[in-house]
């Protein structure tokens, strides 16, 4: 693949503007030399040029290119986002190497989730593969493609444990699991920054939002966050030291408030934790518009007073507002912020500029000036294979009555729903240079791969919703969301006809991506009433129904589950996404995906995570008692638990085999499996290790995920999985804030999502 080539730095700096004698390299790519160097450059800046490097501007109305390359000549900015193409980039380091004093060059960043300009899966999506490798590609494609267009960084990836399906952000997530979302994230860190953030096509990631956005209060974007050390450290903050371990270069700072205080503002969080207890180097950035937040949040007085607090808070980088330029030089003068402060916020973003090869070439991802492309979104840009791959592989199937799906290329088949030939929806949330019209809608992925084989009608049925005070705020920044403007009852009329016509009936529903997405919490978690007001129709026609659904958070489909014959979840699968669906619709690939996030029953039951406390009086649903933790109102229990998907053969685990009933502290036991592809077909499946601390100092989750491989197997086949566990699987931090395995006996669980399990047990001497 074209971006696994070997590719030089053919640029020669001789064919770029006058550089500064004494700045540019060959400067040794090592910590040493970086901060000798950091150090003699810092020494010769004035005051206003290290406030300009904290400064990070975005390009927009309130700051067009031409206002930005004034401000780049006179030394007040230090990096930029929102612009990602090789002209406009070039254009603005040109600015700094021609017109600047020191030439410091700018870096350029950009939200890169999912994909650059090949859309992948949303994070939630990738989740679903639980296939490291599959994560390797993402990342290495979307450093290759962001490289490629002039890019130094990307905000991602977004490691936010969430347990809360009403946050619109937990489509940028891999889901409500710590395990899972730390070697998710750091897998994704690995790839995206390769060996080096200088190489030509890896980039700097920045890890994000740190800390604890995903527990906002109510699933209510920018809330707040109240919570324990221990459950803080214990399940919240392993995933961004991972990310930070994999050697993440940039951290961005939350909107929220965490016990109180703004993150922005929390120096306890920034610097005794950040720097102190983990050692990190790298950069910190506020998130957009955070530090004027701070005075919204009742711990600043005024703009001056918010900039003083997050400067010596540890806010390196100031995120889209002009606070640090106006208010910092005053602010030194005075002696209320001090120049050993200022200095250390503007070594970090030297830093990342040295870590990213800048000192050595300011064009390093930009290549000589003949060499941009002639069509920014050409075809030949895009790695549709990969992109198809990935998809299918993210793709989980829910239900599968009475073997409705594979479905056969023959006779006539309906797609039919709002989603249906969405090509921007199909794309999902930060879908970043994406193109929607280089993206494939369901029901063209359903015509490619049935060709003449099967006839294929269509109709929209519904419009996403009905409710014009939604589709006015999905639309307030683009317009996203297309209208029908027939009455509901003339489309679905025309759906039903449609479906009337057909062999079986597809129907592509659920959110638009606009409704899964930063700023986009939702109270009521159900399918829109208009769309659910189609399936009833369309269920009445008797025909065999197959739900597709495109989403970004878990749903509560009580009634869609009793409706459908078979029910595929999709998220929002990227650019390839209507071909990868459209596999495994017709069967040509067989479904492996398992769910990252458990799936409510309904809003009422939120938050609902397999890995629990359990209380003093747990509740058996098989001997219910009243006096026990449950609703009395409903199931209790998810509607699908996490690690669930289904697969087109059937698969079999056998008992939990201990190497040994004991383990030393220092260590380990295998537990073991055979599992068994009892079905007529191959596939894959996701066998999953959980552990639970029987007995401890404090209450421990009644499961936590440890472990997990995928496996494919031939029909009749059996493979033995195994997993060794050591001490570090089984340490916490306790009351006092310890981090220890305590000794006693702990419960081995293995089995193909989180609730149906084989036992073992061993004792920790």
Not at 525 to 554: E, F, H, Y
Request: one cysteine or more; a neutral charge; aromatic letters at 8%.
């Amino acid at each position: 693949m074209k971006w696994l080539c070997s590719v030089g730095i053919a640029v020669s700096l001789a064919l770029q503007p006058a550089l500064a004698d004494d700045l540019f390299g060959p400067h040794p790519m090592t910590t040493q030399a970086r901060d000798a160097f950091v150090t003699s450059l810092l020494k010769k800046m004035t005051v206003d040029e290290k406030i300009g490097q904290l400064r990070l501007i975005s390009v927009g109305p309130d700051n067009p290119k031409e206002k930005i390359r004034e401000m780049i000549k006179e030394g007040h900015v230090g990096a930029i986002f929102n612009t990602v193409t090789r002209p406009d980039i070039r254009k603005m380091q040109d600015q700094v190497m021609q017109l600047s004093r020191l030439k410091i060059p700018l870096f350029f960043a950009y939200d890169v989730v999912h994909g650059q300009r090949t859309v992948f899966p949303i994070s939630l999506g990738l989740a679903s593969t639980f296939d490291l490798d599959a994560v390797r590609t993402v990342g290495r494609i979307s450093a290759w493609e962001a490289a490629d267009d002039g890019l130094n960084m990307t905000w991602a990836p977004m490691v936010d444990v969430s347990r809360d399906p009403r946050w619109g952000r937990v489509s940028e997530g891999f889901g409500e699991d710590t395990y899972l979302t730390s070697i998710m994230g750091s897998t994704m860190v690995e790839s995206m920054q390769g060996k080096s953030p200088a190489d030509r096509y890896s980039v700097m990631t920045s890890v994000k939002h740190f800390a604890a956005y995903g527990a906002v209060e109510g699933g209510k974007e920018y809330n707040t966050v109240d919570m324990s050390p221990q459950r803080l450290f214990n399940d919240y903050l392993p995933p961004y030291k991972a990310g930070l371990d994999a050697g993440s270069g940039g951290v961005m700072i939350a909107l929220n408030s965490l016990n109180g205080t703004p993150a922005t503002s929390d120096s306890w969080l920034l610097k005794d934790v950040l720097r102190k207890e983990w050692g990190f180097k790298g950069i910190t950035i506020s998130d957009h518009g955070a530090i004027k937040e701070l005075i919204n949040h009742g711990v600043a007085s005024d703009p001056q007073d918010a900039v003083r607090i997050a400067l010596k808070a540890g806010i390196d980088m100031s995120m889209g507002d002009e606070y640090y330029s106006k208010y910092l030089p005053g602010l030194i003068k005075s002696g209320a912020v001090t120049m050993a402060e200022l200095d250390d916020a503007t070594r970090h973003v030297l830093n990342v500029k040295y870590d990213m090869g800048l000192f050595n070439d300011p064009y390093v991802h930009l290549g000589p000036k003949g060499s941009d492309p002639v069509d920014t979104n050409a075809e030949s840009r895009l790695h549709r294979k990969e992109a198809r791959e990935v998809a299918r592989e993210s793709l989980v199937l829910l239900k599968n009555r009475l073997h409705t799906l594979p479905l056969k290329k023959q006779g006539t088949i309906a797609v039919i729903g709002p989603l249906a030939d969405s090509q921007r929806d199909m794309m999902g949330s930060w879908s970043a240079a994406g193109v929607a019209s280089q993206s494939v809608s369901v029901l063209q992925g359903i015509k490619n791969a049935a060709g003449n084989s099967a006839h294929i009608v269509y109709a929209r049925g519904a419009n996403i919703s009905n409710h014009q005070g939604i589709i006015d705020f999905l639309n307030s920044y683009e317009k996203a969301v297309q209208q029908d403007p027939r009455s509901p009852q003339a489309m679905i009329d025309e759906a039903v006809n449609t479906a009337k016509s057909a062999d079986v009936v597809v129907a592509v529903v659920g959110e638009s991506q606009g409704m899964a997405h930063e700023a986009s919490s939702r109270t009521n978690i159900t399918i829109p009433q208009s769309q659910r007001d189609l399936i009833a129709a369309l269920k009445a026609t008797g025909k065999p129904l197959v739900l597709v659904l495109m989403n970004g958070r878990p749903l509560a489909l009580v009634k869609e589950q009793q409706q459908a014959d078979a029910m595929l979840e999709t998220w929002f699968a990227g650019t390839e996404g209507g071909n990868a669906i459209a596999d495994v619709l017709f069967g040509d690939y067989n479904p492996s995906g398992k769910l990252p996030m458990s799936f409510p029953r309904s809003v009422g039951q939120i938050p609902v995570y397999y890995s629990h406390l359990n209380t003093g009086r747990p509740y058996n649903p098989e001997k219910p008692d009243k006096y026990t933790s449950h609703y009395f109102d409903e199931a209790n229990g998810p509607l699908f638990p996490f690690g669930y998907g289904l697969s087109y053969t059937t698969f079999q685990v056998s008992d939990v085999k201990m190497s040994s009933p004991v383990m030393k502290r220092d260590g380990t036991v295998t537990a073991s499996v055979t599992v068994t592809n009892t079905g007529d077909r191959e596939g894959a499946t996701v066998v999953q290790l959980y552990l639970q601390d029987v007995t401890a100092s404090m209450s421990r989750p009644v499961k936590m995920l440890r472990g997990f491989k995928k496996v494919t197997l031939k029909p009749h086949e059996t493979q033995t999985v195994s997993f060794p566990v050591d001490i570090n699987a089984l340490k916490f931090w306790n009351a006092r804030m310890q981090y220890v395995a305590e000794p006693g006996k702990f419960n081995v669980f293995i089995g193909l999502d989180s609730e149906r399990v084989k036992q073992g047990s061993f004792d920790l001497l």
